[in-house]
């Protein structure tokens, strides 16, 4: 208990300093929303106003712990270019990326540990070769231009699959999973081919160890000791992978979002910046660090799941 | 009928140096009921001698000769072979229980996945009877102790899991090898006297590796001594630590501890100078001859022949004679 409620200090820390730093860091930035706002053309009054109305001309300082007080109220402030309230305007966004995210790690786990098990099985011949080849690839292209190509042949050249957008699951549930599809599949092909090198690596360890010989001397199937013996372990390392990139996974969301005009957080991030819309920026700012945080709890929780050891050392700090 | 019939094998590992032959030309057996101990300097290859009987010494060994369980030949055999005597004919307990078990899985499925696997038992009848084998190799509450996890498990603890682990089948072969070097003395002959009870009430052979002759003479009935990959000495064991025949068995008794030097006061612990040679090619000299305080020429030139010494014992020694001793003594005062 006394852990978990150093864990959850140190996180609402965390939390303050991210704030903090992208609240200095978007007033140190070039471009004013006032201008970005009436444009540069603007009469001196009018963007006199619209500075007071939003509390730009006190200092910094003011500013911020303003901006706090209003945070732990559950309120984000109001975006500067649609005068809707931020949460509002994020809590639309947020359930297309997560959507997507989710889906993408799904399909970057599943092909990721199957072809590493494979590359380490395999190891030396052929079918290790390719895969670890294929993963090179998977890790090295940029995922922009794999999604360009990936319409090119896909909604072009063999038109399966729509270009690009998003369609609502209660209007079209068939389209909605088609539209999903390439940017999935784009989204979570470097995912899979880190998981992939992580799951190979540990399950060449794995294999040599000696509760993996004990084993197969006790008789049991080649299948049994790689899937109940040898993977077991390894997807120790996979767990914390997943955790650790799943933020990234949402940085990536940002391009894939764009390369397929999806209205997600990662477009929304782009517009706000674009636009010096300072309250959404520090919104979704926020919101990403939240994310990122409640991840690493997550991943620490399913450590005890996968792993019994680290059951009994949080049991003894408790 | 004999158990285990081992003839003429060879085990070599590639390296970048080139080959590397661990095992050169062993030669056993092991009848029923009967407790062999393997001895030997770390790196002599006792252990990988008796691994790769059951393929279990790895994919890069390269393996030559003949072993004949049974009456069926275990070289060479498919995997699907091996696998159906592993764990039920043939069964292994390794040196460290401390990573022979899996991490992840408790100590209870891991002894219910051999009844499973061999016997074709239900999760629930698997169960029952892992209970009756804990409690079998002296495991106190063994219902609680199913459901623990090797960590949760003090080394000894997890040796009888590994034992219990190997008997559940009632094999008629047990290999264990260094079974009681990464444990505490105390705990060694309670696990010593375990085998020794299990032997007696199954009547299971046991093929037992280890570098502690204290082990051997505790539980032994043959010894078999091996240096760089050959066997040097076999015999009985009273007639063996009696009256040791190859240089090589004189100076590892010499380098036992005694308490009050055995009786002889002036008698100094002795180690033996150097160390086991990397072989490459199998020679055609006495592998010890480096490190024998009284090799002779013939012993550099000429592969001494395996050859029945006294009744019962036999030895491949140049100088095998029962005053070589004092000699040895008398050259380093």
């Given at each position: 208990?006394?852990?978990?409620?150093?864990?959850?200090?140190?996180?609402?820390?965390?939390?303050?300093?991210?704030?903090?730093?992208?609240?200095?860091?978007?007033?140190?930035?070039?471009?004013?929303?006032?201008?970005?706002?009436?444009?540069?053309?603007?009469?001196?009054?009018?963007?006199?106003?619209?500075?007071?109305?939003?509390?730009?001309?006190?200092?910094?300082?003011?500013?911020?712990?303003?901006?706090?007080?209003?945070?732990?109220?559950?309120?984000?402030?109001?975006?500067?270019?649609?005068?809707?309230?931020?949460?509002?305007?994020?809590?639309?966004?947020?359930?297309?990326?997560?959507?997507?995210?989710?889906?993408?790690?799904?399909?970057?786990?599943?092909?990721?540990?199957?072809?590493?098990?494979?590359?380490?099985?395999?190891?030396?011949?052929?079918?290790?070769?390719?895969?670890?080849?294929?993963?090179?690839?998977?890790?090295?292209?940029?995922?922009?231009?794999?999604?360009?190509?990936?319409?090119?042949?896909?909604?072009?050249?063999?038109?399966?699959?729509?270009?690009?957008?998003?369609?609502?699951?209660?209007?079209?549930?068939?389209?909605?999973?088609?539209?999903?599809?390439?940017?999935?599949?784009?989204?979570?092909?470097?995912?899979?081919?880190?998981?992939?090198?992580?799951?190979?690596?540990?399950?060449?360890?794995?294999?040599?160890?000696?509760?993996?010989?004990?084993?197969?001397?006790?008789?049991?199937?080649?299948?049994?000791?790689?899937?109940?013996?040898?993977?077991?372990?390894?997807?120790?390392?996979?767990?914390?992978?997943?955790?650790?990139?799943?933020?990234?996974?949402?940085?990536?969301?940002?391009?894939?979002?764009?390369?397929?005009?999806?209205?997600?957080?990662?477009?929304?991030?782009?517009?706000?910046?674009?636009?010096?819309?300072?309250?959404?920026?520090?919104?979704?700012?926020?919101?990403?660090?939240?994310?990122?945080?409640?991840?690493?709890?997550?991943?620490?929780?399913?450590?005890?799941?996968?792993?019994?050891?680290?059951?009994?050392?949080?049991?003894?700090?408790? | 009928?004999?158990?285990?019939?081992?003839?003429?094998?060879?085990?070599?590992?590639?390296?970048?140096?080139?080959?590397?032959?661990?095992?050169?030309?062993?030669?056993?057996?092991?009848?029923?009921?009967?407790?062999?101990?393997?001895?030997?300097?770390?790196?002599?290859?006792?252990?990988?001698?008796?691994?790769?009987?059951?393929?279990?010494?790895?994919?890069?060994?390269?393996?030559?000769?003949?072993?004949?369980?049974?009456?069926?030949?275990?070289?060479?055999?498919?995997?699907?072979?091996?696998?159906?005597?592993?764990?039920?004919?043939?069964?292994?307990?390794?040196?460290?229980?401390?990573?022979?078990?899996?991490?992840?899985?408790?100590?209870?499925?891991?002894?219910?996945?051999?009844?499973?696997?061999?016997?074709?038992?239900?999760?629930?009848?698997?169960?029952?009877?892992?209970?009756?084998?804990?409690?079998?190799?002296?495991?106190?509450?063994?219902?609680?102790?199913?459901?623990?996890?090797?960590?949760?498990?003090?080394?000894?603890?997890?040796?009888?899991?590994?034992?219990?682990?190997?008997?559940?089948?009632?094999?008629?072969?047990?290999?264990?090898?260094?079974?009681?070097?990464?444990?505490?003395?105390?705990?060694?002959?309670?696990?010593?006297?375990?085998?020794?009870?299990?032997?007696?009430?199954?009547?299971?052979?046991?093929?037992?590796?280890?570098?502690?002759?204290?082990?051997?003479?505790?539980?032994?009935?043959?010894v078999?001594?091996?240096?760089?990959?050959?066997?040097?000495e076999?015999g009985e064991v009273r007639a063996l630590f009696a009256n040791p025949r190859h240089?090589?068995t004189r100076?590892?008794m010499?380098?036992?501890?005694?308490?009050?030097?055995?009786?002889?006061?002036?008698?100094?612990?002795?180690?033996?100078?150097?160390?086991?040679?990397?072989?490459?090619?199998?020679?055609?000299?006495?592998?010890?001859?480096?490190?024998?305080?009284?090799?002779?020429?013939?012993?550099?030139?000429?592969?001494?022949?395996?050859?029945?010494i006294a009744p019962g014992q036999?030895a491949?020694c140049?100088?095998p004679g029962p005053q070589a001793a004092?000699?040895?003594?008398?050259?380093?005062?």
């Amino acid at each position: 208990m006394l852990r978990f409620l150093a864990r959850l200090g140190n996180a609402l820390f965390t939390l303050l300093i991210a704030t903090a730093v992208v609240f200095l860091g978007v007033r140190a930035l070039p471009g004013d929303p006032a201008v970005a706002l009436l444009g540069e053309e603007g009469d001196p009054a009018a963007l006199e106003a619209v500075r007071e109305q939003y509390g730009l001309d006190q200092p910094v300082i003011v500013q911020f712990v303003k901006y706090l007080q209003q945070i732990v109220t559950g309120n984000l402030g109001d975006s500067v270019r649609t005068g809707l309230p931020v949460t509002d305007v994020i809590a639309g966004a947020v359930p297309v990326t997560l959507e997507l995210t989710v889906v993408s790690m799904l399909v970057a786990v599943v092909i990721g540990v199957t072809t590493g098990v494979v590359a380490a099985l395999y190891r030396g011949r052929v079918a290790g070769w390719v895969v670890s080849v294929a993963a090179l690839i998977g890790l090295s292209v940029p995922s922009f231009w794999l999604g360009l190509m990936a319409i090119l042949v896909f909604a072009i050249m063999i038109p399966i699959l729509p270009a690009s957008g998003f369609v609502p699951i209660d209007i079209d549930p068939v389209g909605h999973v088609t539209h999903l599809v390439m940017p999935a599949l784009v989204l979570g092909t470097a995912f899979a081919a880190v998981i992939m090198r992580q799951t190979r690596a540990a399950m060449l360890e794995a294999l040599t160890t000696d509760y993996v010989r004990t084993a197969t001397a006790k008789g049991l199937r080649r299948r049994h000791v790689v899937m109940r013996h040898a993977l077991r372990n390894s997807l120790i390392v996979v767990v914390t992978i997943v955790g650790l990139q799943l933020g990234t996974l949402i940085a990536g969301a940002v391009v894939t979002e764009q390369v397929f005009v999806i209205p997600g957080f990662g477009k929304l991030m782009i517009d706000a910046v674009a636009t010096r819309d300072y309250p959404l920026i520090q919104g979704v700012v926020l919101i990403t660090a939240t994310a990122y945080i409640v991840i690493n709890l997550l991943t620490d929780l399913l450590y005890t799941v996968v792993d019994p050891r680290v059951r009994v050392t949080a049991g003894e700090a408790a | 009928m004999t158990l285990l019939d081992v003839r003429d094998l060879s085990v070599r590992f590639p390296t970048k140096k080139g080959p590397v032959l661990a095992v050169d030309g062993l030669t056993y057996h092991v009848e029923p009921g009967e407790i062999i101990s393997l001895v030997g300097e770390s790196g002599c290859g006792k252990s990988v001698g008796i691994l790769s009987l059951l393929g279990l010494q790895g994919p890069t060994a390269r393996i030559s000769g003949s072993a004949v369980f049974d009456g069926k030949e275990l070289l060479h055999a498919s995997e699907k072979h091996l696998s159906a005597i592993r764990g039920r004919q043939v069964a292994c307990v390794f040196q460290d229980p401390m990573s022979s078990l899996n991490p992840v899985l408790t100590v209870g499925k891991q002894v219910a996945e051999v009844l499973r696997r061999h016997r074709g038992l239900s999760a629930a009848k698997a169960k029952a009877q892992v209970i009756e084998l804990l409690e079998r190799v002296g495991i106190p509450a063994p219902a609680q102790r199913y459901s623990n996890y090797p960590h949760e498990m003090s080394g000894g603890m997890r040796q009888r899991v590994m034992i219990a682990m190997a008997i559940a089948c009632e094999p008629r072969l047990l290999i264990a090898d260094e079974p009681t070097t990464a444990l505490d003395v105390t705990i060694q002959a309670g696990i010593l006297e375990l085998l020794k009870e299990l032997r007696r009430d199954t009547g299971m052979a046991v093929l037992l590796v280890t570098h502690d002759l204290g082990v051997v003479a505790d539980i032994a009935d043959r010894v078999i001594v091996m240096y760089a990959g050959r066997k040097v000495e076999e015999g009985e064991v009273r007639a063996l630590f009696a009256n040791p025949r190859h240089q090589y068995t004189r100076r590892l008794m010499e380098a036992i501890p005694r308490r009050g030097g055995g009786g002889d006061r002036d008698r100094r612990l002795s180690g033996i100078p150097g160390t086991v040679p990397t072989l490459h090619e199998s020679p055609a000299a006495c592998s010890f001859a480096g490190r024998c305080a009284v090799a002779s020429e013939q012993c550099r030139t000429a592969l001494p022949p395996f050859a029945e010494i006294a009744p019962g014992q036999s030895a491949a020694c140049w100088h095998p004679g029962p005053q070589a001793a004092e000699a040895v003594t008398g050259a380093h005062p």
